[in-house]
């Protein structure tokens, strides 16, 4: 069920549906946001579009993050 949920958020968001969504499904948030909030400790820690949150995260917290889930 989770593929095809996501699957159907995707189509709404590519048809210009606002959406906001907590996740731990990266994949999932690069491919469907425009912009990426990370949060830790209630506290923003960046924000960012999703190419730059990826590939050239700003924050050391953040780096720490994707390197943790990404490296799996």
Same mark, same amino acid.
């Given at each position: 069920?989770?593929?095809?949920?996501?699957?159907?958020?995707?189509?709404? /968001?590519?048809?210009?549906?606002?959406?906001?969504? $907590?996740?731990?499904?990266?994949? &999932?948030?690069?491919? /469907?946001?425009?912009? $990426?909030?990370?949060?830790?400790?209630?506290?923003?820690?960046?924000?960012? /579009?999703?190419? %730059? &949150? &990826?590939?050239?995260? %700003?924050?050391?917290?953040?780096?720490? &993050?994707?390197? %943790?889930?990404?490296?799996?």
């Amino acid at each position: 069920m989770i593929k095809e949920v996501l699957d159907t958020m995707i189509a709404l /968001a590519e048809d210009g549906m606002t959406m906001i969504c $907590v996740t731990h499904e990266m994949g &999932f948030a690069r491919q /469907a946001a425009d912009r $990426v909030i990370f949060m830790d400790a209630g506290q923003i820690i960046e924000e960012n /579009a999703p190419d %730059q &949150f &990826f590939d050239d995260p %700003q924050s050391p917290r953040t780096k720490m &993050f994707l390197n %943790q889930i990404l490296g799996h």
